[in-house]
Structures are given as structure tokens and as C-alpha cells.
């Protein structure tokens, strides 16, 4: 049994002072008042954010796509260098470069991660002898590190909305439905061997899955979370207009049962139907702030969204930075850009940062697959510790401590991190940082040579 103590804990009713925590089999089973004897005591305690939406492997060509092309750059000219970057990876390259990230996520305050895993198959398109061997190396990485894993198989068979099959530079993303139901199988007893982890299903696309395939993939989830990209991209929205008459997210609620097990991810380009819409159905909207705007892919409706009750979480996406506070703080800045208001995402009176960080973890944990989350009895112990003595907090009180966090000179703020009760960065270091750096630039070292 772990045990451990706050002097100052934020809880769902709020900061609480001087609280123990009981932790049984990854969970916490019970808030005590006081300091528990034998508890580790620190002074400000949190929930550690869900960061629903990544593809670990991407962290590999971070910094490698700021060069300006021979004409406009876009989301289009930086897939196509996803693209050769993923035709050159191996299993050992994904695990080590995963790895990598999950240890970015760890030590900026992320405690779980949506693994939105499309990188099935060999280098020639041909199946690995076991066919989830890539999600193998995904869980090995999340095992190395400690980061709750919910993995995301995804199927992928389209190259754009007129069902054409997927193009020769896709062919380690595509599979039929046969072979996917290998890889949901698959993952499934992946999960079972990993520490807290779970999974869902990925259709990946409206333009990579046809109407039939759609169907039979969301028809796999059972209950259990299936996301997908939509309209990120205003392309995206001119062909689905153009194909299937319908913009993506009305087609998308017009063809299924879209609910609260769903999570979409950007959900860029919406009217204000869709949007309310969306909020509607119960959905999580997986913003990924960073990676949207490094894109350039747009502004999500988040004011609007919001007043009809949405929820959203926040995801790394592309993994470019991996940043808990910078991801809410993106998404609040470009708000504030956007309407030239301040405190947009905060309620009359409320703390930005709060609000930012409740929503997060909400919505997050839901799209996860995690139904009890934060300081509640029965939650994982996920949690994050910030350093008292740092700069950014000095003068804070708890009314403004996570601003400070958000909106502050926090660069080193997160001190100690565990998941399911234990301890895994430690002193703002994960505990296993230097092995797994060598790791990943040996990685780095082959795919550069
Ligand atoms: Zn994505």
C-alpha cells in the first residue's frame, strides 16, 4: 500500500490543505485528514492530465519540418515528410523514440496517453509475422516509462474520399478488416499484460475509411472508446462536400452513433449546427492545440462549443512539443488571437487555468476510457507534484496556482509525478531518463545516417 501527503491538494471541490492519500492496487482508497504516519509528504498536489491523442512515432522528426518548401507549405507538404519518416522506422525505432515522448509526457504533467497507433507493418507493406508487433513495442515503451496506455489501433484502407485503395507511401498504415480485427485482437491481450492500460478502435479518417468500413470498425469498440480525425483540414471539409455532400462532422453524426465513448479528434472546421451538435451527442473533442497550430490547421470553436455543455480533452498529437500546461495554454491564446477577448475559457470570475486544467482532465480521462479520475476514491493515482520553491509560484495562492502553472515562467514547475502510485519522475527527472535518452539517440543516430 502507498501512502502519501499534500499540504495542499486540489481535489474535485477544490485545494484542500493537509490531506493523505491511501493508494491500493494503483488506486487511491482513501483521503485522510492530517499526515498519515510513514506518508511521503509533499506540498502541492494535482491530477495529472490525460493527453488522449498521440503518434509517439512522430516525436522522431520534431524540428524536422521547419523549412520552408519551394512554394506555400501546409498540412499536405508536411505529411509527405511523415511519410518518409515512417517508411524508415523499425521496431526497435518506434519503441525507443515512444519511449522518448512518453518520458517528455511524464515530466511535463501528463499521466496517461491515447496512443492513435497507424504504423502497423513492415517497411515493405507486408505484415510482421505477429501482426501487432508494433503496438507490442508501443506498450514496451509505455511499460519502460510508466504512462497509462490506452492504445488506439488504427485502420486505415482509403487514400482520399473516393475509396481508391491506400497509396504505395501508405502501405505501412493499410489493412483490410480481416487484418485489423488481427490487431484489435491483438492489442487486447497487449493490454491485458500491461499495468493499467486499456484500449479502443481508430477508424483513422472520413477520407482513409469508406462508409462500410467505418461501420464494421465503430461496430468493434463495444463499449469502449473509438476516436477519429475530422475536419482538420478545409480540403478535408471541400471533398467530403464534394464526395458525400455533407461537411465531415454532419456526415460523420448523419452515418454513427456517434456518443459519449467517442472522442474526435480536432473537429477544426464546424458550424455552429455541428458544433452544438457535437456537444450534443456526448462526444469528447480531442484538441491538440500545439500540433493545430503548427500545422496550420485553424481555430476550434471552443467558446461556443463550450456554452452548449461540450466536453474536450487535450492530446500531442504530431508531438512536435510535448507540453501538458503549453497544450491548455495554446489552446487558450489562440482564442484570445482569434477574438482579441482575454480569459476566454474561464467561467464569470473563474481561474483561466482551472478551468483549463478541470476540462482537460475530464474530458480526457472520459476519452481514455478512465470513468473515476482525479483526487477521488477509486481513481488511478495519477498525480503530479509542482516544486513550492520555484520562481513561477512564489507570491501564489492556491486561487491562482494553476495560472502560474498555465500561463507563468513554469519551465521546471512539475516536481515529482506518479502513476498508479508510483513514483516515475522525480526531482522534474523521470527515473529512468538517461538509459532511455541513449536509447532514443541511437535511434535518431540510424534514421539520420
Ligand atoms: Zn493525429
Known sequence: MGLLHFELLL???????????????????????GRASGAESHRIGLPGLPNLHSHA?????????????????????WRDTMYR??????????????????????????????????LHHGVDGRPYADRAEMAARIAAAAAATGIGLTLLPVFYARSGFDGA????????????????????????????ELDGATFGVAPHSLRAVSPDELRAVAGMAGGRPVHIHVAEQVREVEESVARRSARPVEWLLGHAAVDARWCLVHATHMTVAETDAVARSGAVA??????????????????????????????????????????VRQLEYSQRLALRARNVLAAPGGSTGAALHAGALAGGSAALGEAVFGVEVGAPADLVSLDADHPAVIGHGPETLLDTWVFGPSVGLVDCVWTRGAKRVDGGRHVSRGPLRARFAAAMARLSA
Not at 512522430?58 to 519551394?70: A, D
Not at 521496431?91 to 512518453?102: C, M, N, R, S, T
Open 85 to 118: 519518416f515512417a517508411l524508415a522506422m523499425t521496431p526497435d525505432d518506434v519503441e525507443a523514440i515512444a519511449a522518448q515522448a512518453y518520458v517528455e509526457m511524464l515530466e511535463t504533467g501528463f499521466t496517461r496517453v491515447g496512443e492513435f497507433h497507424y
Open 57 to 77: 512515432f512522430q516525436r522522431g522528426m520534431s524540428g524536422f519540418s521547419e523549412i520552408r518548401g519551394p512554394g506555400a507549405d501546409s498540412f499536405w507538404s
Open 286 to 327: 480531442g484538441l491538440c492545440p500545439i500540433t493545430e497550430a503548427n500545422l496550420g490547421d485553424g481555430i476550434f470553436d471552443a467558446p461556443r462549443f463550450l456554452a452548449a455543455g461540450g466536453r474536450f480533452g487535450v492530446g500531442t498529437d504530431s508531438n512536435v512539443s510535448i507540453d501538458a500546461a503549453g497544450e
Open 165 to 192: 485503395p491506400a497509396r504505395p507511401e501508405q502501405r505501412r498504415f493499410a489493412s483490410s478488416l480481416d487484418l485489423y480485427a488481427d490487431l484489435v485482437a491483438g492489442s487486447a491481450r497487449i493490454v491485458e
Open 11 to 33: 481535489t474535485p471541490s477544490g485545494w484542500r490543505r493537509d490531506v493523505s492519500l491511501t493508494i491500493e492496487g494503483g488506486r487511491i482508497a482513501a483521503l485522510l485528514p
